[in-house]
């Protein structure tokens, strides 16, 4: 994908509206100080170039005044190292700010409310798109989260200025249009956690890419009815049981070795406490929390063959200590390898860093929905403006 880049742009004297993340997923709507942080070192190349910055995010709603202003002093705070002096803008379209915006010169650095506080940015409207656009001279997105978003800010505001990607969506673009195109073969991928529909979407598109799929977590347990094997209580996903089954034969046809969990830590209740045993069958009456010992070395021995290992969901129930121990091992196990690591999503990526060993991985993408579209082969719409003509 041939993007416009940051680095060819000459931003002295611009104004640069510049779209950030500011949360870990945009479901929980939780600012996270290190989501935030990434957007530094796109802004620090605008202000050292002789630019200005008017920062953007978009998280969770809120109506009151004071809200809004604790929400941003907040954002300030983990930003201080960009800035001592970031101006916080609450109604950025009043005339009064528009006045202050043109007039600003180099190196001035503000923040504007959240753009979810506006219905028209939630509604996707264009219009709003375009009073956004007033405010600035060019575009920058960096917000890898919001890619597939339809909020306005995300849709429009691209087409209506000068748009390039700032560092991190660059990154996070180059290294999925890689993906398996340059990838060290041979390729494993590791998938757990839940939302089986999407996930075999996924892997309709990517299964010759694959030389190894590991399939278990959450997802497990449909591919398992799939095969019409036990899951005793554990839930699946019924629509997809057909499709499951119908995966792994594709699977076969493309030669991609797969391989379903061997054993499973099992218990009666969904809970953090009670009674739990590891068996190689879930029997009636008992939900399957997390992968056994047998299956996360099972997992190693062909992740040990592998040049390069995507993984994507955790192995077990990993909300509960006891049922954190599969996903633990496996990250284990992947911070030493010599393959190149890449984990996508939310819970895995926060599971390893809470672990210590996010940052001993390849690459990392707290945001799923982006790596799949660009895996899948398909480029969002919001990242048109910002590729080359």
């Not at 907040?74 to 109604?91: A, F, R």
């Not at 600035?136 to 989260?145: N, T, V």
């Not at 180059?174 to 494993?188: H, I, L, W």
């Not at 990392?364 to 982006?370: G, I």
Request: glycine share 8%.
């Amino acid at each position: 994908m041939n993007l416009k880049r940051l680095e060819s742009l000459d931003v002295s004297g611009q104004k640069a509206l510049l779209l950030f993340d500011s949360c870990q997923s945009h479901e929980k709507q939780k600012l996270d100080p290190e989501q935030i942080k990434r957007v530094i070192p796109t802004a620090q190349l605008v202000l050292d170039r002789g630019g200005s910055v008017l920062l953007c995010t978009h998280f969770q709603p809120s109506h009151q005044e004071v809200a809004q202003k604790e929400m941003m002093a907040e954002i300030i705070s983990i930003l201080k190292d960009l800035s001592s002096e970031i101006i916080p803008v609450l109604d950025p379209f009043t005339d009064a700010n528009k006045i202050r915006f043109k007039n600003a010169g180099p190196g001035k650095v503000f923040l504007l409310e959240n753009l979810a506080h506006f219905p028209d940015e939630q509604k996707g409207k264009a219009e709003f798109a375009r009073e956004l656009a007033r405010l600035a001279d060019l575009f920058i997105h960096d917000a890898p989260g919001m890619v597939l978003a339809s909020t306005a800010s995300n849709q429009h505001t691209g087409g209506l200025l000068p748009a390039v990607a700032g560092l991190r969506l660059q990154k996070e673009i180059d290294e999925y249009t890689r993906g398996f195109k340059q990838a060290r073969r041979p390729v494993g991928m590791v998938l757990g956690g839940q939302n089986p529909a999407r996930k075999i979407e996924l892997l309709r598109k990517i299964m010759p890419s694959l030389d190894y799929l590991l399939i278990g977590g959450g997802i497990a347990t449909t591919f398992l009815k799939g095969r019409a094997l036990p899951i005793g209580n554990s839930s699946y996903d019924k629509t997809q049981e057909v499709t499951a089954f119908q995966i792994l034969e594709r699977a076969e046809l493309d030669e991609t070795a797969y391989l379903l969990p061997l054993d499973h830590v099992v218990a009666e209740q969904f809970s953090r406490q009670g009674k739990s045993k590891t068996v190689e069958r879930i029997p009636d009456h008992f939900l399957a929390m997390d992968s056994g010992h047998r299956t996360v070395s099972a997992f190693e021995k062909v992740l040990k063959k592998c040049s390069t290992v995507y993984w994507n969901g955790p192995l077990g129930v990993i909300e509960f200590e006891p049922y954190q121990v599969a996903s633990r091992n496996l990250g284990k196990f992947l911070k030493k390898t010599k393959a190149r690591t890449v984990i996508i999503g939310e819970q895995t990526c926060q599971f390893l860093a809470q672990e210590g060993m996010l940052d001993q991985m390849g690459h990392a993408s707290f945001y799923s929905d982006l790596p799949f579209a660009l895996l899948s082969g398909k480029v969002p719409e919001s990242l048109q403006p910002l590729l080359e003509s």
